[in-house]
């Protein structure tokens, strides 16, 4: 499955629910307006 997330990358909760989806195998985009307090992996 897509997943496009519409979330604040400054936040650690936009950071989990990402990586959550990630690793159980779907591919995963973030966009984000907010400054990126590091990066999402």
């Excluded at 990586?19 to 990066?39: D, K, L, M």
């Amino acid at each position: 499955m897509r997943i496009l997330f519409l979330a604040g990358t400054n936040s650690i909760h936009s950071h989990r629910w990402a990586n959550y989806f990630a690793h159980a195998g779907h591919e995963v985009h973030v966009v984000s307006f907010a400054r990126t307090i590091q990066p999402v992996l």
